[in-house]
């Protein structure tokens, strides 16, 4: 890099660090024991921190308060920073535990990666995060491609047995899971949009409902009435041994968050 970028990183580190506390401080005293492809790399990562973001917060979200915002909103922009592609599960639940943990609010991540259905405790719920950015996503219906691995889809070879292993399972879901966030992506061109979206738990109560002759296929997609639209598709998917819930209306969820970033580069 050139002296003038070192220059520039090293007048930004004396202006941050002008009331000489935390990690202001902390940043001017670091760029002189960098190189120059850190510096560099610094300087790329303070100039997308350092453009405007569109943030449209829900002002009714108990969760989303200012310090978890301005948390998860600089994880977006550091990611963003040194990736052209949206970030991803673990991101997220990493980005979601740190933000929680700024906002003051007692976080762990689940026992062990195997952990079925949840993925985090906050403030003594139990989270399950969820990302979705594929091309053909739907804007206005969210799709979970894996609820959780169902191995005994296969052995299930009447509508009783899938009956009944379904509302065993679901009973299991529902008694280990509070909430459930969904981080989406999509971009238009190269501009990067994320949508912090929350499931109700509640959707899930409706398979309670569902009749023994809903099962009659070896792989049923059932369709669960809603408010004015469907409400989910609820998926047996023996090809892949698990649950997926397709279709799931966005208008019956609660979107907590909206944040369109700066147009990234394609060569990052």
Known sequence: MGAEERLLVERLAI???AENAGPRADLF??????????????????????EPIEEVINPSSELLKSAFV??????????????????????????????????????AEAPSRTTR????????????????GSKAMKKDRLHISKLSEAAWIQDMRSARKRHDKTMEFI???????????MLRFYRASLTPHYELVEIPVSHFERVRDLAVS?????APRIRIPGKGADLLEFQLDRSDSKITIGKIDKAQCVVHAEWTLPQIEESI
Not at 40 to 47: G, H, I, S
Not at 171 to 181: T, Y
Request: hydrophobic content about 40%.
């Open 70 to 107: 301005s948390e998860f909103r600089a994880r977006l922009q550091a990611h963003h920073a040194t990736h052209t592609t949206p970030l991803d599960r673990l991101g997220f639940e990493n980005a979601f535990m740190s933000a929680s943990r700024a906002s003051g609010l007692d976080t």
């Open 117 to 132: 259905f949840y993925d985090v405790t906050v403030a003594g719920e139990r989270f399950a995060l969820k990302t979705e």
């Open 15 to 17: 202006d941050l660090s």
């Open 171 to 181: 009973e299991e879901f529902l008694g280990a899971v509070d909430r459930i966030f």
């Open 29 to 50: 005293s670091l760029v002189h024991r960098l190189d120059d492809s850190q510096v560099k790399k610094l300087l790329d990562v303070a100039r997308v921190m350092g």
């Open 214 to 218: 809903d099962f009659d296929s070896d």
